[in-house]
Nanobody
């Protein structure tokens, strides 16, 4: 059973930066689609970014492209999301997800994964 634990959220002013981390354990496959999705109160889930651990291929939502960077540290089994130039509309609960199957733009956009963590809150004030 894959377990994911997010950390790194917090409150920042617009234009600031945060780095989210996702510690993963319990892998049973050699490659996964790992990603971040977010959900704000009253809004639908939004896929933010994803990375395929086998090749390092990355996918980003248009709303974060150029501002957010997803990366992985295989030695630490940790996924990261570096968020720069944050905007108030980035405010949401951010979740880390993992799935052993398909990793493509559709997976990233859907924000749907077999496994996900408890989330970490990001609040951006204007």
């Amino acid at each position: 059973q894959v377990q994911l634990v997010e950390s790194g959220g917090g409150s920042v002013q617009a234009g600031g930066s945060l780095r989210l981390s996702c510690a993963a354990s319990g892998y049973t496959y050699s490659r996964y689609c790992m990603g971040w999705f977010r959900q704000a109160p009253g809004k639908e889930r939004e896929g933010v970014a994803a990375i395929y651990t086998g090749t390092g291929s990355t996918y980003y939502a248009d709303s974060v492209k150029g501002r957010f960077t997803i990366s992985q540290d295989n030695a630490k089994n940790t996924l990261y999301l570096q968020m720069n130039s944050l905007k108030p509309e980035d405010t949401a609960m951010y979740y880390c997800g993992a799935d052993p199957l398909v990793c493509d733009i559709e997976r990233m956009t859907s924000g749907e994964y077999n496994y996900w963590g408890q989330g970490t809150q990001v609040t951006v004030s204007s």
